[in-house]
């Protein structure tokens, strides 16, 4: 039986949407209001979804308090008040978009857990925008 344990985490962080290979132009006609060279901030929402089997003796897919640690040191340490073009090393050459954010955010929290379980990372830049990545 396969259950599936949920985590919600929040941090805030400035981004800049750009490509540093195109004109202003350009990336002012493609990412517009993001694109500004001073960056701008978000309240970001996370909810990590892990889904597995039931351990028989404990009881758990996952231990909650194992999952906030690591959601905690991999991410929210990570990006919490941070600039992610210029702090977070996975975007130095990665346009922080929301899509390529979660993706980050995946692969990091994929490495410190167990290898069966299966991973859903949602993350909201918006109330109403979101992005969903799962490994496919």
Known sequence: ???TVS???HFNAAHRLYR???SFEKNDAV???CNNPNFHGHN???TVSVTGEI???TGYVVDVKILKDFIKSEIEDAFD???LNVDVPEFKNLNPTAENIVVVIYDKLKAVLDSNLKLEVTLYETPRNFVTYSGL
Do not use: Q
Request: charged share 45%; net charge positive; no cysteine.
């Open 31 to 33: 990412f517009g209001k």
């Open 55 to 57: 351990d028989p003796e």
């Open 20 to 22: 540093p290979d195109w």
């Open 44 to 46: 970001y929402d996370l």
């Open 1 to 3: 039986m396969k259950v």
């Open 81 to 83: 008040h941070k600039n």
């Open 7 to 9: 985590r919600k985490a």
